[in-house]
Structure formats: structure tokens, C-alpha cells
């Protein structure tokens, strides 16, 4: 059996990133961009290489706990692959791969489009490094890997105003909470002396009164920094705005890897890094309060949105607050338990069901740009006749993102609030649940538009963008997938989680 | 006595005096209002035109861009240098002490080479620029 050096391990985030500097080099010989399919095919590629390569390590059991090598730490312990960061790589890979194959169609006759895949590519390496960072450190650097080419994408349509406008919105509070972050992280190691998830934690433990107070500031600062990353509150104002005025692809590629990213690290930071007892804060009361105000606050401004992409970033930022569901009720109980991993393990599960059926919802929005029918909600109506396929794709998104039952958005949303209840929590799941029923309203007000609204006046669409319906074809085909295919997706997922802290 | 009131201190002194050197300056100092001491500069010369507006060309920005990103290879390189002969002599391979830094400048090469195909550093003359240049000095 060939042996491979320690590094191999970090394969899906090489992938991404060999990626972009090969899209790179193709445009130094091509400057044209004369070639776009050449540059999508390397990208989708480079995705699918990422994609197999974390795929096999689950399915291998490298990093991982039961049958397989133990989690593989790297460079003096600056980055961990376990189970985790593998089970993140192939969500963020697969988003980059739809939103890849989405952008052939969407970028035709644009400039710069070589730019635009290699953007994504290094954005998407650092939500793989975000994944598997292993101290606060490379967190940081991991974060702002992912920001930066966010920030130019977001301004690609850059003599659209909307897009350049909620560029630079996203850009200021990206800075402000990056800020935050940062003098967080120097206030942690101020009092502990170390930048290592670990080292933090002994140290915290160990930590004789005198710097709680400035240990449980840091905390408090370290998770507003995460916060923004994940389009929760109190960091979310970015979002409408930046979903709203990017292209839309950008959009279902920030509301689904990037978040995922955010929550990736998230999970990782706090549960390895802040112990409960120690870290001079209850974090687990922090995150009960803002996954409640999240998703209440996320659900009620999407039911009054009159813009299709304005009401999917709201309810985005209602999905953070389930999400966050996994770190509230994560009980802190004995290492390893199943209890703890259960309710994580399905926040992670939500965010992989997330990934498909939000990608999709944002791409089908990215098919209605493209046919130029308008943006509220009125403006799609009649689509159902017209354009069938992609409509049904967009009627399963909008139904498993309300969580009814025979999609995969139920199953998810199912064990996320059970395992809050497990946990004790069944005032969190309580609230999830009517969250969930009011979201039913505004994600039906687009089916109803799709197949019973009359249109209002005669619209042609422009042929059929093959990418583009590839692509949300499948994500639906993925959502749908994830119906019967749930229970192995679930089993890895807990068992990763129980297995974050050993 | 608790040792953050020492901190209080310090910050009490040093918000305090300077703003008790204002007030003292404001309360014994003669008021001789003059117009030439509201202009911008109070220098002397009479300011011509407002300084918002004026823009810079932006290729300035990308051969400074290109310049931060070398800048910091240096900084990074520097400590590699220093360490390399002492590291190689005490029997470090030479695959982990070359390898990765050729890994680091073949990336930023590689950044560089498409800046400079993307003609980065190639200065494009703007029409408008200089017509505003001369009409400037004419």
C-alpha cells in the first residue's frame, strides 16, 4: 500500500487552489478570455477534483476517528483534517461546481471572466482552509482568504450600481467584524498565550480569575467575528444587500459555501477552543439568543419582501439562525458523546441540504435574470408554462427550504430540532418550528407565482441557457436525492461531530 | 487598592491635560480675528482650487499593488536566507527547506506574469489626462 506524506491530506483545498492559478496562467496565454468554455470546464473541474478527493478521505477514513487514521494535524498543529473539515470541503466543492457550471451561461459575452473562476476558486480554498484551520490564526487568514475575492465578485457587474453599491456595504462591515475578530483573537491570547484551539483550552481552563474578564470579551468578540461570516445577527445588514446587487450566482455561492465556511470554523472554535466552563462566558445562552433572534428576525423580514433574490437572502439569514440551532443546544456533555454530536452533526447535515437546495433557488434566479422577466415576486408568474423543468426545480427548492415533508429539506430540519429536543432545548426547536410554518407563506407566494398566476403582460424567453439548467436541474436532483440518501449523510455527519472534540 | 485604577489614571491624564491646555490657551490668549488665519493652509499662499475632485490616474494603483505584494515576499524571504545555510549544515533536507519557499515564489510569479499579460504595468496614455494637463499649464 502506497504511503502518502501527511500534506496529501489537504488534497480538496490544494485542488481549489492549484485551480485558480492554472485558470491564472490559461488567461496570461489567452488575455481574451477567447476560450470561456475552456475556462468553466478547468474550474468545474478543479471542483470535481476537490469534490473526489474529500469524498474518498470520508469515504476512507482518513482523519477520521471509527476505522480510520485519527484526525491528521499539520504544520505545528495550524490546521487539523478530520471528518469535519472533509465533510465541509465536499459541501463547499459542490457548491463551487453548480455555481461554476451556472457562470458559463451567465458570464457569456462579459469581460473578465477568466478573473471571475479564479475569484471563486481562491474564495472556495479559503473556505476549505477555514474548514480545517486548527488555530485562531490560520481562522483569521482562512476568513479573509474567503472575503477578499468575495468582496471583488460581488462587484463584478461593476457599472451596475446595485452591484457596486452592495459591494462596498459588504466590504465596510466586512472590515468592521474583521476588526472585531482580530482584536478578539488578541484578546484570547492575551489571556491564554496561545493561538492553538487546544492550547487555548487548557489555558482557559487553567486560568486563575484575574483574566476572565478579558478571555470572555475575546469570546464575545471571536464569535461577532464569525457572526458576520455566517450572516447571522447581529453582523447580517451585509446580506440582503450584498445578495440583492450581486450576480446571482455569487449570491447562491456566498448564502450557501460561505456561510457553510463560516459555520464550519464556528463550530470547530467553540467547541474545541472555549470550553463551556471556562471560558468566562456561557456561549451556549449567546448562541440560544442569537439563533432565536436570527431566524425570527430573518423569516419575518423575508415574508414582507416584494423581490424574489431579496426574500431568498432574508430567508438565508433565517437558515443561519437553524443552523445556529446546532451550537445553542450543543450540550457540552461528556467528550465524543452522542448527544453532542447528534444536534451538530444535523446543523452540519442542514447546511449540506442547505447547499444544494439554496444554490439552486439562487441559480434559478440567475436563469430569470437571464431571461430578464423582472424581480418581484408578480414578474414570475406564468413561468410554470414556460419554462417547466426549471420551474419544478425551483418548486422543489422553494418546498425543501420550507422544510415539507417529502424533501430533503424536511429530513434535516426533523433532526436539527429533535436533537434540540434531545438536548433539552425544546423551546429552540419550538421556535424553529413556527419559524419554519411562517417561512411555508413567503417560499409558497413564489409556487403559486410559477404555476397558478396568470402572467401579467407577454414575455419571450431568450432559448434555454444549458448551464445554467444543468446546473439547477442538479441541484433539484440533488435535493431530491438526499431523501433516500439521508441516513448515510446523517451517520457521518454525527459521527464527525462527536468526534470534534476528543 | 485595585491596579485597574491606575489604568483610570493614566487616561484621566491623558484626556485631561490636553484638553486643560486648550482651555487654559482660550481663557489667556488675546482674540485678534483676522480672515487669513481661517484659510486652509494659513501659509501664506492662497489655495487655488479644492482639493475634492482631483483624481489620481489608477495605474498608480497597480504597479503599488505589485509593489505591497513583492514587499512582503521580501519580508518573508529575508528570515528564509538568513536561516538557510545553518539549516542546511544541521541536516535539514534540502526538499523541506527549498521546496516550499520555491511553491511561495512560483505562486506569486505566477500572479505576477498574468498582471503584467493583463498589461498591469504597461502605462496606457488617457486621451483626457493630458488634454487636462495641458490646459493646465497652458
Known amino acids: 500500500m502506497v504511503v502518502y506524506p501527511d500534506w496529501a491530506a489537504l488534497a480538496p483545498a490544494l485542488a481549489l487552489a492549484v485551480t485558480g492559478l492554472v485558470l491564472l496562467l490559461i488567461d496570461s496565454v489567452d488575455p481574451d478570455d477567447s476560450r470561456p468554455g475552456l475556462l468553466a470546464g478547468t474550474a468545474v473541474v478543479g471542483t470535481l477534483v476537490s469534490l473526489g478527493y474529500a469524498g474518498w478521505f470520508l469515504a476512507s477514513g482518513t482523519g477520521q476517528v471509527d476505522g480510520g487514521t485519527g484526525a491528521i494535524s499539520l504544520y505545528r498543529d495550524a490546521l487539523v483534517v478530520d471528518g469535519m473539515a472533509l465533510f465541509f470541503q465536499a459541501v463547499f466543492a459542490v457548491v463551487t461546481a453548480l455555481v461554476c457550471i451556472a457562470s458559463y451561461d451567465y458570464l457569456k459575452e462579459r469581460a473578465y471572466q477568466a478573473e471571475f473562476y479564479s475569484l471563486v476558486m481562491f474564495a472556495a480554498t479559503g473556505m476549505a482552509v477555514m474548514a480545517t484551520a486548527n488555530s485562531l490564526a490560520t481562522a483569521f487568514i482562512a476568513l479573509e482568504l474567503a472575503s477578499l475575492p468575495s468582496y471583488a465578485l460581488v462587484a463584478f457587474l461593476k457599472h451596475n450600481r446595485g452591484s457596486v453599491e452592495a459591494s462596498l456595504k459588504y466590504f465596510l462591515i466586512g472590515a468592521l467584524s474583521s476588526a472585531v475578530f482580530a482584536f478578539g483573537i488578541s484578546l484570547v491570547y492575551a489571556a491564554t498565550g496561545s493561538l492553538l484551539l487546544a492550547d487555548v483550552a487548557s489555558a482557559l481552563s487553567a486560568l486563575d480569575g484575574g483574566l476572565t474578564g478579558v478571555a470572555a470579551i475575546g469570546v464575545l468578540m471571536v464569535a461577532g467575528g464569525f457572526a458576520f461570516k455566517t450572516a447571522s445577527v447581529p453582523f447580517h445588514f451585509w446580506a440582503p444587500e450584498a445578495y440583492e446587487g450581486a450576480p446571482a450566482p455569487i449570491s447562491a455561492f456566498l448564502s450557501s459555501a460561505s456561510k457553510a465556511a463560516g459555520f464550519a470554523v464556528l463550530f470547530r472554535v467553540f467547541t474545541t477552543a472555549f470550553p463551556l466552563d471556562a471560558a468566562g462566558v456561557d456561549w451556549m445562552l449567546l448562541f440560544q439568543v442569537l439563533a432565536v433572534v436570527t431566524m425570527t428576525l430573518g423569516n419575518f423580514a423575508a415574508a414582507t419582501q416584494e423581490t424574489v433574490k431579496r426574500m431568498l437572502a432574508y430567508s438565508s439569514i433565517g437558515h443561519a439562525g437553524y443552523a445556529l440551532i446546532g451550537l445553542a443546544a450543543w450540550s457540552g456533555g461528556a467528550p465524543g458523546s452522542v448527544e453532542n454530536g447528534a444536534v451538530l452533526g444535523a446543523s452540519m447535515a442542514h447546511l449540506l441540504v442547505y447547499g444544494f437546495m439554496n444554490t439552486g433557488a439562487f441559480l434559478f434566479v440567475a436563469l430569470a435574470e437571464q431571461w430578464d422577466v423582472g424581480r418581484t415576486f408578480e414578474d414570475y408568474a406564468g413561468l410554470g408554462s414556460r419554462a417547466p423543468m426549471a420551474s419544478v426545480a425551483m418548486t422543489v427548492f422553494m418546498f425543501s427550504l420550507a422544510g415539507v415533508p417529502p424533501f430533503g429539506g424536511f429530513f434535516s430540519k426533523l433532526f436539527l430540532f429533535a436533537g434540540a429536543v434531545d438536548a433539552g432545548f425544546w423551546w429552540l426547536a419550538a421556535v424553529g418550528v413556527v419559524n419554519s410554518t411562517l417561512s411555508l407563506y413567503y417560499y409558497s407566494r413564489v409556487v403559486k407565482a410559477l404555476w397558478v398566476d396568470d402572467p401579467v403582460g407577454e414575455f419571450e424567453l431568450g432559448g434555454t441557457p444549458t448551464g445554467l439548467y444543468v446546473a439547477v436541474v442538479f441541484a433539484a436532483v440533488g435535493t431530491l436525492l438526499l431523501l433516500p440518501g439521508f441516513a448515510p449523510v446523517i451517520e457521518t455527519a454525527q459521527s464527525v461531530a462527536a468526534a470534534l472534540v476528543p | ?138
Do not use: C
Open chain 2, 1 to 138: 487598592m485595585n491596579q485597574w485604577i491606575a489604568v483610570g489614571a493614566l487616561a484621566l491624564m491623558g484626556v485631561g491635560i490636553p484638553l486643560g491646555m486648550i482651555a487654559v490657551s482660550s481663557l489667556i490668549r488675546p482674540s485678534v480675528p483676522e480672515q487669513g488665519k481661517s484659510s486652509t493652509y494659513e501659509s501664506g499662499e492662497i489655495p487655488t482650487k479644492s482639493a475634492i475632485g482631483i483624481q489620481f490616474n489608477i495605474q498608480y494603483y497597480m504597479v503599488a499593488l505589485l509593489f505591497v505584494v513583492f514587499d512582503i515576499e521580501t519580508v518573508l524571504l529575508f528570515p528564509w536566507t538568513v536561516i538557510y545555510q545553518p539549516a542546511l549544515e544541521s541536516g535539514v533536507g534540502l526538499m523541506t527547506l527549498l521546496f516550499p519557499m520555491l511553491v511561495f515564489i512560483g505562486v506569486l510569479v505566477i500572479g505576477l506574469v498574468w498582471a503584467w499579460r493583463q498589461g498591469a504595468v504597461k502605462w496606457a496614455r488617457s486621451e483626457a489626462a493630458t488634454r487636462r494637463k495641458t490646459e493646465h499649464n497652458s
